[in-house]
């Protein structure tokens, strides 16, 4: 064994901490030009990508092994090309999804709630928490080979980011975009909080209607309703028809009845009443849906809440207070079947609001609740997008994007929680309020020393939408907010478009006067292998760490980039990392031979001349890389991947490799050219796929580079630095004008080899068996002896009896002919098969096809194809029709 020879297989379970404990201990992941270095050069351009922070509580799944392979794909390929790149790492508090962790591990270990507990205490043990569980999801991202700048590492509850938080807030509330007021929410009963519109979710459910009567005062007539949410007849402010409805004009201006409590309620005309919807008459609840309120603005009506925090009815629902909501459903349309006030109840498909944390049936509540005045935000986010400052990658989610800003409401930013951002207001008891960057002692109006803090915390997404300028300091004006700020891109899932990127743009925009990065790229969701969802009911879920564990990193990586486009979902199964892990292994086995060819070398051999493989492997390694270039810079990363994996599996591997061990055989000048092209190209191939498998790429990498070093050969490796994570990406060249023809003469080559290996598995010649081949040329027949042994080599002939000739003056007998373009080649089949055997088993096989013949022929000349189904005939010809082209195929074999 050489001192360069790779192991036999690649043991990704050792090598893969091995090469990340190397890469951080040398610094690799640090921006090469840091602001707060003396040697700092602000000429050099930075490429900074923020983490979408994942929530402290979290574990690894599939969405977060998707964007950190994206990402890491993305902050590789700038590193190698010269940015002084930083990937900001970080995670989120994620307000109610921990403050639950938290809740359910007290009530599971001290069988007590959060209430008895107390605030401070419960604050205390939620930091305790995220100190236990924090780390595991770096740890876990760290696995996935992630290149962040683990120095930066930022928290949106650490000191800075609070900072950062306060000051956005006091700075909202200043110019008047921030107030506090009633207004209609989501109200989440489980949670006791409200919820933003981003955190319902509607899903399509099986529903009851329920028609009942609503009585005009002062007579027996009725309009009749129909509603799925009895239990908010309680709430009942009008009753709202079609102003054009002939049916119900008579009853405009009248008053109705609210079933059971008696109130009078007055009949009112509104356009937005669908005729034909319903029994064409609504009531409604100002209090409890958001098109009700609507109209309750329009006509002055009052507005009831009939619920209280925990969804039961209240001391407006009358009998019925304290009754939960589904119970109070229940009484009262008993009661109102009691009083002869029901129609009928039917069956209904409708979408029912469902909170994404809990699951539960969200309600729509009037709520004292604090707001961002969104419009003039909204407004400059959509002018970025819209003038091209931002781009939106892939374009079509522009049309979302501005959808979803030109139809903004105001966004309700306060949550009744105690994980979080405190709402830095201070009341005294005369109500004032003191808003401020720091602690007050007193109240900023009366000069009370009696002040007590807002109870609410900030939604999850304040904070967060900060994150590209708060990690780096904001609002101080840090070394590197000047340097790394404005971020070059931001990679996330489309799903979370306007729950994140939206709101970015707006603050960023907001605090910092400039777009917060110039590109938004978007991943699509990760599905199981048939396209499914994933889901823990289903059982499909993929566990990225289980997957690291079979196949290593870069396997599932791969899998993930190549399989993936920008803004679409991505399938991925065990067997796609499977083959993946084999693509490795692949590498590996290739980078093995390239090292013993090194190793092989002879000090002081001379390169001998080119050769067509040589020649034809540069055309095809540097079409690559202006393909893999062009393909970086439209965001088409799984198109670049599977045409890098192309070319090491099929160009390379297959082909090149398998010509190189006939000029390495050959030794001398001819030897070392074959192998510093072997060297050369290899380098090549691993720089371009480093981003997509980092592990196995460094690992052949470092020894290639050792191998070369101590070799003939070490001019190569003169300016390249110690590790590949550094070392420079391929930079595309423009064609030298010899490309052309040589990859065609090439292509000549590899169409005659894969012909005649078709024909041998055809015929079922076993790979030892060498045999013979006349060719006649043409043209080509220089080109074609010149090649003879690599042809001979790849197309298992014999080569003393290969016969290349410009035409041959007698075709040969027994042969079988394939015609490449204008070279024909003759096979003689008593070389390449025993004639009788191959005749017997041929005579064989026509027999069999004629009995189908003969069979099928009198089925259907009989009564069958009067009497079948014609598809069942048609099927029936078809078969006949196939056994007869068979036979023919057969008959002229044998002639």
Same mark, same amino acid.
């Given at each position: 064994?050489?001192?360069?020879?790779?192991?036999?297989?690649?043991?990704?379970?050792?090598?893969?901490?091995?090469?990340?404990?190397?890469?951080?201990?040398?610094?690799?992941?640090?921006?090469?030009?840091?602001?707060?270095?003396?040697?700092?050069?602000?000429?050099?351009?930075?490429?900074?990508?923020?983490?979408?922070?994942?929530?402290?509580?979290?574990?690894?799944?599939?969405?977060?092994?998707?964007?950190?392979?994206?990402?890491?794909?993305?902050?590789?390929?700038?590193?190698?090309?010269?940015?002084?790149?930083?990937?900001?790492?970080?995670?989120?508090?994620?307000?109610?999804?921990?403050?639950?962790?938290?809740?359910?591990?007290?009530?599971?270990?001290?069988?007590?709630?959060?209430?008895?507990?107390?605030?401070?205490?419960?604050?205390?043990?939620?930091?305790?928490?995220?100190?236990?569980?924090?780390?595991?999801?770096?740890?876990?991202?760290?696995?996935?080979?992630?290149?962040?700048?683990?120095?930066?590492?930022?928290?949106?509850?650490?000191?800075?980011?609070?900072?950062?938080?306060?000051?956005?807030?006091?700075?909202?509330?200043?110019?008047?975009?921030?107030?506090?007021?009633?207004?209609?929410?989501?109200?989440?009963?489980?949670?006791?909080?409200?919820?933003?519109?981003?955190?319902?979710?509607?899903?399509?459910?099986?529903?009851?209607?329920?028609?009942?009567?609503?009585?005009?005062?002062?007579?027996?007539?009725?309009?009749?309703?129909?509603?799925?949410?009895?239990?908010?007849?309680?709430?009942?402010?009008?009753?709202?028809?079609?102003?054009?409805?002939?049916?119900?004009?008579?009853?405009?201006?009248?008053?109705?009845?609210?079933?059971?409590?008696?109130?009078?309620?007055?009949?009112?005309?509104?356009?937005?009443?669908?005729?034909?919807?319903?029994?064409?008459?609504?009531?409604?609840?100002?209090?409890?849906?958001?098109?009700?309120?609507?109209?309750?603005?329009?006509?002055?009506?009052?507005?009831?809440?009939?619920?209280?925090?925990?969804?039961?009815?209240?001391?407006?629902?009358?009998?019925?207070?304290?009754?939960?909501?589904?119970?109070?459903?229940?009484?009262?349309?008993?009661?109102?079947?009691?009083?002869?006030?029901?129609?009928?109840?039917?069956?209904?498909?409708?979408?029912?609001?469902?909170?994404?944390?809990?699951?539960?049936?969200?309600?729509?509540?009037?709520?004292?609740?604090?707001?961002?005045?969104?419009?003039?935000?909204?407004?400059?986010?959509?002018?970025?997008?819209?003038?091209?400052?931002?781009?939106?990658?892939?374009?079509?989610?522009?049309?979302?994007?501005?959808?979803?800003?030109?139809?903004?409401?105001?966004?309700?930013?306060?949550?009744?929680?105690?994980?979080?951002?405190?709402?830095?207001?201070?009341?005294?008891?005369?109500?004032?309020?003191?808003?401020?960057?720091?602690?007050?002692?007193?109240?900023?109006?009366?000069?009370?020393?009696?002040?007590?803090?807002?109870?609410?915390?900030?939604?999850?997404?304040?904070?967060?939408?900060?994150?590209?300028?708060?990690?780096?300091?904001?609002?101080?004006?840090?070394?590197?907010?000047?340097?790394?700020?404005?971020?070059?891109?931001?990679?996330?899932?489309?799903?979370?478009?306007?729950?994140?990127?939206?709101?970015?743009?707006?603050?960023?925009?907001?605090?910092?006067?400039?777009?917060?990065?110039?590109?938004?790229?978007?991943?699509?969701?990760?599905?199981?292998?048939?396209?499914?969802?994933?889901?823990?009911?289903?059982?499909?879920?993929?566990?990225?760490?289980?997957?690291?564990?079979?196949?290593?990193?870069?396997?599932?990586?791969?899998?993930?980039?190549?399989?993936?486009?920008?803004?679409?979902?991505?399938?991925?199964?065990?067997?796609?990392?499977?083959?993946?892990?084999?693509?490795?292994?692949?590498?590996?086995?290739?980078?093995?031979?390239?090292?013993?060819?090194?190793?092989?070398?002879?000090?002081?051999?001379?390169?001998?001349?080119?050769?067509?493989?040589?020649?034809?492997?540069?055309?095809?390694?540097?079409?690559?890389?202006?393909?893999?270039?062009?393909?970086?810079?439209?965001?088409?990363?799984?198109?670049?991947?599977?045409?890098?994996?192309?070319?090491?599996?099929?160009?390379?591997?297959?082909?090149?490799?398998?010509?190189?061990?006939?000029?390495?055989?050959?030794?001398?000048?001819?030897?070392?050219?074959?192998?510093?092209?072997?060297?050369?190209?290899?380098?090549?191939?691993?720089?371009?796929?480093?981003?997509?498998?980092?592990?196995?790429?460094?690992?052949?990498?470092?020894?290639?580079?050792?191998?070369?070093?101590?070799?003939?050969?070490?001019?190569?490796?003169?300016?390249?630095?110690?590790?590949?994570?550094?070392?420079?990406?391929?930079?595309?060249?423009?064609?030298?004008?010899?490309?052309?023809?040589?990859?065609?003469?090439?292509?000549?080559?590899?169409?005659?080899?894969?012909?005649?290996?078709?024909?041998?598995?055809?015929?079922?010649?076993?790979?030892?068996?060498?045999?013979?081949?006349?060719?006649?040329?043409?043209?080509?027949?220089?080109?074609?002896?010149?090649?003879? #042994? %690599?042809? &001979?080599? !790849?197309?298992?002939?014999?080569?003393?009896? +290969? $016969?290349?000739?410009?035409?041959?003056? @007698? /075709?040969?007998?027994?042969?079988?002919?394939?015609?490449?373009?204008?070279?024909?080649?003759?096979?003689?089949?008593?070389?390449?098969?025993?004639?009788?055997?191959?005749?017997?088993?041929?005579?064989?096989?026509?027999?069999?096809?004629?009995?189908?013949?003969?069979?099928?022929?009198?089925?259907?000349?009989?009564?069958?194809?009067? #009497? %079948?189904? &014609?598809? !069942?005939?048609?099927?029936?010809?078809?078969? +006949? $029709?196939?056994?007869?082209?068979?036979? @023919? /195929?057969?008959?002229?074999?044998?002639?």
């Amino acid at each position: 064994m050489t001192r360069q020879e790779l192991p036999k297989a690649y043991d990704f379970k050792s090598t893969e901490p091995r090469i990340y404990a190397m890469w951080e201990a040398g610094g690799f992941f640090k921006p090469h030009n840091d602001p707060n270095k003396p040697d700092f050069d602000p000429s050099i351009k930075p490429f900074v990508i923020s983490i979408p922070p994942p929530n402290v509580t979290g574990e690894l799944h599939i969405g977060h092994a998707m964007f950190v392979s994206v990402e890491d794909l993305m902050i590789r390929y700038h590193r190698m090309k010269g940015y002084s790149t930083l990937w900001v790492p970080g995670s989120d508090h994620a307000g109610i999804a921990t403050q639950l962790m938290v809740e359910r591990d007290l009530l599971k270990t001290e069988e007590i709630t959060r209430e008895e507990f107390g605030r401070e205490k419960f604050i205390a043990r939620t930091w305790e928490w995220k100190k236990k569980y924090g780390g595991m999801i770096y740890n876990q991202i760290r696995r996935l080979g992630a290149s962040c700048d683990w120095d930066r590492e930022r928290f949106t509850l650490d000191e800075g980011l609070s900072r950062a938080v306060r000051e956005a807030f006091v700075r909202l509330y200043e110019k008047g975009l921030i107030y506090r007021g009633p207004r209609l929410i989501n109200w989440s009963p489980g949670l006791k909080t409200a919820v933003s519109d981003l955190e319902v979710e509607y899903t399509e459910e099986n529903a009851n209607l329920y028609y009942f009567k609503y009585m005009i005062a002062g007579s027996d007539e009725f309009i009749p309703v129909a509603t799925i949410r009895p239990e908010t007849i309680l709430g009942d402010t009008a009753v709202a028809v079609h102003p054009e409805d002939e049916r119900f004009k008579k009853f405009i201006g009248k008053k109705a009845i609210v079933p059971i409590l008696g109130r009078e309620i007055p009949v009112i005309a509104d356009e937005y009443v669908s005729m034909d919807f319903g029994t064409g008459a609504l009531k409604i609840t100002p209090g409890h849906d958001p098109n009700d309120y609507a109209i309750a603005q329009r006509h002055n009506l009052p507005i009831i809440s009939m619920l209280d925090k925990e969804a039961k009815i209240n001391e407006n629902g009358g009998q019925y207070k304290g009754q939960d909501r589904f119970e109070a459903r229940k009484n009262l349309w008993a009661d109102m079947k009691a009083a002869g006030l029901v129609i009928k109840t039917e069956p209904y498909r409708t979408t029912i609001p469902r909170s994404q944390r809990g699951g539960e049936i969200v309600e729509p509540m009037i709520s004292e609740q604090w707001f961002v005045k969104i419009e003039t935000l909204a407004n400059a986010g959509l002018d970025v997008v819209r003038d091209g400052r931002i781009k939106i990658v892939p374009e079509r989610f522009e049309k979302t994007y501005f959808n979803w800003l030109e139809n903004i409401k105001d966004w309700c930013i306060s949550r009744q929680l105690w994980w979080g951002h405190r709402i830095p207001v201070w009341y005294c008891p005369e109500n004032h309020m003191t808003v401020t960057r720091e602690d007050p002692t007193q109240c900023a109006t009366c000069g009370s020393k009696e002040i007590h803090q807002d109870e609410d915390v900030l939604d999850t997404w304040f904070s967060s939408g900060l994150w590209p300028f708060s990690t780096l300091g904001w609002p101080e004006q840090t070394p590197d907010l000047k340097y790394f700020y404005p971020t070059s891109y931001m990679e996330t899932g489309y799903d979370i478009l306007f729950f994140w990127v939206a709101r970015m743009i707006m603050t960023g925009l907001e605090f910092t006067e400039v777009p917060p990065f110039h590109t938004v790229y978007l991943h699509g969701l990760v599905r199981d292998e048939h396209g499914h969802k994933m889901s823990k009911t289903k059982g499909n879920v993929l566990d990225p760490l289980i997957v690291i564990d079979e196949f290593g990193t870069d396997a599932l990586r791969f899998t993930m980039l190549v399989g993936s486009t920008p803004g679409n979902d991505t399938n991925v199964g065990v067997k796609k990392v499977e083959a993946n892990r084999n693509f490795a292994n692949k590498i590996w086995n290739a980078g093995r031979f390239v090292i013993s060819a090194i190793d092989g070398l002879q000090p002081g051999s001379e390169l001998g001349e080119y050769t067509l493989a040589d020649s034809w492997i540069w055309a095809r390694l540097q079409g690559l890389v202006r393909d893999v270039e062009r393909q970086f810079q439209n965001f088409q990363y799984g198109q670049a991947g599977q045409q890098i994996y192309d070319f090491i599996w099929s160009d390379f591997a297959d082909w090149y490799v398998e010509i190189a061990k006939q000029e390495l055989a050959e030794g001398g000048a001819r030897a070392a050219r074959a192998a510093d092209t072997l060297a050369r190209v290899f380098d090549m191939s691993l720089r371009l796929l480093h981003p997509f498998t980092p592990f196995v790429t460094e690992e052949i990498w470092g020894h290639l580079h050792s191998a070369l070093r101590e070799s003939p050969l070490n001019e190569i490796c003169k300016d390249w630095p110690n590790a590949l994570i550094v070392a420079k990406f391929p930079e595309p060249r423009d064609p030298e004008g010899w490309e052309e023809s040589k990859l065609a003469e090439f292509a000549l080559i590899q169409d005659i080899v894969r012909s005649i290996r078709n024909l041998r598995a055809e015929k079922n010649v076993a790979p030892s068996k060498k045999i013979a081949v006349s060719i006649s040329a043409g043209a080509k027949a220089d080109l074609l002896k010149d090649q003879s #042994k %690599a042809i &001979a080599s !790849l197309a298992g002939l014999d080569l003393s009896l +290969l $016969n290349i000739q410009t035409s041959l003056t @007698e /075709k040969p007998k027994d042969a079988v002919a394939l015609v490449i373009g204008s070279v024909e080649v003759y096979i003689p089949l008593a070389g390449m098969i025993d004639l009788a055997d191959e005749k017997a088993r041929l005579e064989k096989e026509l027999k069999e096809a004629e009995s189908h013949i003969q069979r099928l022929e009198n089925l259907l000349g009989g009564d069958f194809a009067n #009497k %079948a189904p &014609a598809a !069942l005939v048609a099927k029936e010809r078809e078969k +006949l $029709n196939a056994y007869k082209d068979t036979a @023919e /195929k057969i008959k002229a074999q044998l002639k």
